[in-house]
């Protein structure tokens, strides 16, 4: 069975930064790209940030490329994003998602597994 679980979520200052966490099953974590989307209030969910199985491709939104970064650490079954420089519009419930392939997409159909998302709240 795959499990996702999102940590490090909260409320932070305009300008500020946190750093998300995503710990996964190490079959999963290991063998598929894996993907941080997010769901603001009356909104679908979009695509973030997207990380190839080894970690050496990356794929990014256009409003948050330079902003944040996305890794993983394979050998302690972690996904991370970095997010820096956060605004009121990153405001929303971050997920973790396993792709079904190995390299980065940003097709919510494309990721067969989720974690159950953490709060990210930005004030003004």
């Known amino acids: 069975q795959v499990q996702l679980v999102e940590s490090g979520g909260g409320l932070v200052q305009a300008g500020g930064s946190l750093r998300l966490s995503c710990a996964a099953s190490?079959?999963?974590?290991?063998?598929?790209?894996m993907g941080w989307f997010r769901q603001a209030p009356g909104k679908e969910r979009e695509f973030v940030a997207a990380l190839s199985w080894n970690g050496r491709s990356t794929l990014y939104a256009d409003g948050v490329k330079g902003r944040f970064t996305i890794s993983r650490d394979n050998a302690q079954k972690n996904l991370s994003l970095q997010m820096n420089s956060l605004n009121p519009e990153d405001t929303a419930v971050y997920y973790c998602?396993?792709?079904?392939?190995?390299?980065?997409?940003?097709?919510?159909?494309?990721?067969?597994?989720w974690g159950q998302g953490t709060q990210v709240t930005v004030s003004s």
């Open positions: 998602a396993a792709s079904v392939y190995m390299m980065p997409t940003k097709a919510r159909k494309d990721y067969r597994y």
């Open positions: 190490e079959r999963t974590f290991s063998n598929n790209a």
